[in-house]
């Protein structure tokens, strides 16, 4: 009778390991890899140098006038001059305080909210959804004590960092709602919301930033005068909730049956279900596309500029037609596709993380 | 509780589950047909049947997960209806364990085992914890309540699942082919707990293809084929002598 000897584990083969074994799997793994490899390569030393030259090593940085800009490469002098009208629009200066502050504290109320293991996140989330828009309304617009600045002064990165916030803060729960309608047994709340999604996936973001400036007002009674800022912000938050609500009910549908029969079956009521159960669940799944669509919000922004209003982009193209700064339109897009770049690839980042937070099962 | 949502007056104090000439349809598709059973309280009871019988579907109506078109369900002496209260009180009665085990896979199996209590039952964390600690001890995975169920074997995910239902404090458990979905090496100890939990005096109606199991713990065996009940008998004379043919033919397939 043979008696079995369990084999010992061995090491990997040296080739799979290491720098070549990682080079050879990802770089080299075949010839089409190979080729694709050595080609990436000689783009990349073909084009980043020139590419950095221009953007770094021959550009211009000190000075106040065109006339600094004498190196050939970029004119970063333009962005810096014009830097706080890219920033805060035609705010008043002595008052950017308030923008800064707003800002700031929103900052830290939502890094305390995102880094783990802060204390009371439960008020501090409170605080944030109750107690904050308060405050940034008194900062932005003006009230106590404070002297107002108009809606029509906002300009720059701000405006286009409160369409986007505001923009996001009523497009989740809005579309979280509309997606359980639309899955509801109920037909009212079921019709209204195929309704509502349907109507305004169906037309082009324009197209409603428009009739929400130029059409709404026709219909308004004379001395019902909303800002437009406020018009474009409930135009964007609506359109985006449609968009939301689709990629939500993905999420739900892609949930196993049982997972909602469990929570039945154990007593819970449908609420009680639906928020400790599935829409944990749910939304984990479509962290991917919750951000995406966050991140269209967040250039979708740009085009409150055909209603008038300044958001970073239009700031920055209104600059270019400045006749002591003509002819500097490739760094002021650089700057303000940085900028936007900055954002985007942040929201992605802290998503990715997201992702590997709330991941529970086997990792591989 | 008020008089009217007692039992009606015919019934046996003792009755733990009451069914009378159920019927239910999946659109055209009449999956329950005239369905009577009475169970007794502490009684445990097998339904079997060749799949696509109605076997599930009959307990899935015990706790409204399914909806039954005609006829009466008393659990508790309380009538299943559209009653939203009723269904709340019964399914706080009644414990599920489901054949994909169903654990939220969000949660660690301890706070698996607290959510209802403490949303249901509004127990205080702490409570809710000892207790789920306690039934994880029957269960013999004391060990595991900070993992989550993505980490744990078939076998371990199951008996999560009874000592999340146990939680609850049921007086009824309802099984819905608990193991099979287990490979064969993990069958053992679920079956074990749910042995266990049949020697302590649990109602309990199970729907399995263990025939071992039916016959060490059941009081009685219901065979069931094309949503009816063919025929029900205690498991010594069901497995050694049964009545109708199709049993016949069903037994000689599985044994």
């Known amino acids: ?364 | 509780m008020t008089q009217a949502m007692t039992q009606p007056a015919t019934a046996e104090q003792d009755l733990a589950i009451e069914v009378k000439g159920m019927h239910k349809w999946y659109g055209d598709f009449h999956v329950l047909k005239d369905i009577n059973l009475n169970v007794k309280r502490r009684e445990r009871i097998i339904i079997c049947g060749p799949s696509g019988c109605g076997k599930s579907t009959l307990i899935r109506c015990l706790n409204r997960l399914e909806v039954h078109q005609r006829g009466e369900i008393w659990i508790d002496g309380i009538e299943l209806n559209d009653d939203l209260k009723h269904i709340e009180k019964i399914r706080r009665d009644i414990g599920m364990v489901f054949q994909q085990f169903n654990l939220f896979p969000h949660l660690t199996v301890m706070e698996n085992c607290c959510l209802a209590p403490i949303w249901v039952l509004k127990k205080p964390r702490r409570e809710a914890e000892e207790t789920a600690m306690h039934y994880l001890e029957r269960v013999k995975i004391p060990d595991q309540a900070d993992k989550y169920p993505g980490q744990l074997s078939g076998g371990q995910q199951q008996r999560v699942a009874i000592a999340r239902s146990l939680c609850m404090n049921p007086n009824i458990m309802l099984f819905d082919e608990p193991t099979s979905a287990l490979d064969p090496e993990m069958i053992k100890e679920v079956l074990d707990v749910m042995v266990d939990l049949a020697n302590e005096g649990m109602t309990m109606l199970c729907v399995t293809h263990e025939m071992g199991f039916a016959k060490t713990v059941a009081d009685r065996v219901i065979f069931m084929d094309s949503g009816e009940i063919i025929e029900e008998n205690d498991p010594e004379s069901f497995f050694s002598n049964p009545q109708s043919d199709r049993t016949k033919l069903f037994l000689s397939q599985i044994l």
Request: proline share 6%; glycine share 8%; aromatic share 12%.
């Open chain 1, 1 to 364: 009778m043979s008696v079995h000897t369990p084999h010992p584990d061995l090491p990997p083969p040296s080739t799979s390991v290491g720098i070549i074994g990682w080079a050879r799997k990802n770089l080299f793994s075949s010839p089409l890899n190979s080729i694709l490899t050595l080609g990436a390569l000689y783009l990349v030393v073909r084009f980043l140098p020139p590419v950095i030259n221009w953007a770094i090593l021959d550009a211009n940085w000190a000075g106040s006038t065109r006339d600094a800009c004498t190196d050939g490469g970029a004119c970063w002098v333009f962005v810096k001059v014009r830097l706080t009208q890219f920033m805060f629009g035609f705010y008043p200066p002595d008052q950017y305080w308030r923008v800064i502050l707003a800002f700031g504290l929103l900052g830290v109320l939502i890094a305390w909210l995102l880094i783990e293991k802060t204390p009371k996140k439960s008020w501090v989330a409170a605080f944030t959804i109750l107690v904050y828009p308060i405050i940034a309304f008194v900062l932005f617009y003006g009230g106590l004590g404070l002297p107002v600045v108009e809606t029509n002064k906002w300009g720059g990165l701000m405006l286009t960092l409160i369409l986007a916030t505001i923009g996001m803060f009523f497009a989740l729960p809005f579309g979280i709602i509309l997606a359980l309608g639309r899955r509801s047994s109920m037909p009212i709340p079921r019709a209204l919301s195929v309704v509502f999604i349907e109507l305004w996936r169906g037309v082009p973001l324009i197209t409603v930033l428009f009739m929400s400036s130029v059409m709404l007002p026709l219909f308004m009674p004379e001395d019902l005068r909303i800002d437009k800022l406020v018009r474009a912000l409930v135009g964007i938050s609506l359109f985006q909730s449609a968009y939301m609500a689709e990629v939500i009910r993905g999420g739900l549908q892609a949930l196993p049956k049982g997972q909602s029969e469990a929570a039945d079956a154990l007593g819970l009521s449908y609420w009680q279900a639906m928020f400790l159960v599935i829409l944990p669940q749910a939304l984990k799944t479509v962290i991917p596309g919750i951000v995406n669509t966050f991140i269209e919000l967040f250039k979708d922004t740009t085009l409150v500029l055909i209603i008038g209003l300044m958001d970073l982009l239009s700031i920055v193209q209104s600059a270019f037609a400045d006749p002591k700064w003509l002819g500097f339109s490739v760094e002021g897009y650089v700057f303000a596709g940085l900028v936007y770049w900055i954002f985007c690839f942040s929201m992605s980042r802290y998503s990715q993380h997201l992702e590997r937070k709330l991941h529970t099962g086997h990792k591989r």
